[in-house]
């Protein structure tokens, strides 16, 4: 498979990485189910809604999101992110303690990160969920270790992360 975007001209192309091939197909396994909702609007607004693809939304809808003020949740932002990682904790936490298993919330929260990471993968890791996402790390490992994790200490570890990996995030 090959894969690209591009914002400009492109100067070398190259190969997806398996990473990168794998997130592709998964997308587009989920692109074409969604599909199959209601090809004409319903999965365009899904896709918008869940993945933060603006471009399959029709114009209609688009202009009724802004009219509303709601335009925002076409983006996939940490709200998501945090959201596909907590409800992924809770279900493995309730199906743990079922089995009372000891340390259940440090295996929980070890085990929201793989559908975590998915979601980001799937939404095409845009800034603000690649953000969210290690943010979400750094809470869950902190569970998991025993101890309790900050919501400022996460977000700043977040913001230098992300700040040493790509410097010219700084103005996005």
């Given at each position: 498979h090959v894969q690209w975007e591009t914002r400009g001209d492109i100067e070398m192309v190259q190969p997806a990485d398996w990473l990168s091939s794998l997130a592709y197909i998964i997308r587009r396994t989920v692109r074409d189910r969604l599909e199959r909702v209601d090809p004409h609007f319903g999965a365009s607004v899904l896709k918008?809604?869940?993945?933060?693809?603006?471009?399959?939304?029709?114009?209609?809808?688009?202009?009724a999101f802004e009219q509303?003020?709601?335009a925002h949740l076409l983006a996939v932002s940490g709200l998501h992110v945090a959201g596909v990682a907590g409800a992924a904790f809770m279900v493995l936490l309730g199906s743990l303690l079922a089995v009372d298993y000891r340390f259940a919330h440090r295996?929980?929260?070890l085990g929201a990160l793989l559908p975590t990471y998915g979601y980001?993968?799937?939404a095409d890791a845009p800034l603000s969920a690649q953000r969210a996402g290690v943010m979400v790390t750094m809470f869950m490992l902190g569970l998991a270790?025993?101890?309790r994790p900050r919501?400022?200490?996460?977000?700043g570890?977040?913001?230098?992360t992300l700040l040493v990996s790509a410097p010219w995030t700084l103005t996005s």
């Amino acid at each position: 498979h090959v894969q690209w975007e591009t914002r400009g001209d492109i100067e070398m192309v190259q190969p997806a990485d398996w990473l990168s091939s794998l997130a592709y197909i998964i997308r587009r396994t989920v692109r074409d189910r969604l599909e199959r909702v209601d090809p004409h609007f319903g999965a365009s607004v899904l896709k918008g809604i869940l993945l933060g693809d603006r471009a399959a939304v029709p114009e209609a809808a688009l202009q009724a999101f802004e009219q509303t003020g709601t335009a925002h949740l076409l983006a996939v932002s940490g709200l998501h992110v945090a959201g596909v990682a907590g409800a992924a904790f809770m279900v493995l936490l309730g199906s743990l303690l079922a089995v009372d298993y000891r340390f259940a919330h440090r295996f929980a929260a070890l085990g929201a990160l793989l559908p975590t990471y998915g979601y980001i993968l799937l939404a095409d890791a845009p800034l603000s969920a690649q953000r969210a996402g290690v943010m979400v790390t750094m809470f869950m490992l902190g569970l998991a270790i025993g101890r309790r994790p900050r919501g400022l200490d996460c977000l700043g570890f977040a913001a230098v992360t992300l700040l040493v990996s790509a410097p010219w995030t700084l103005t996005s």
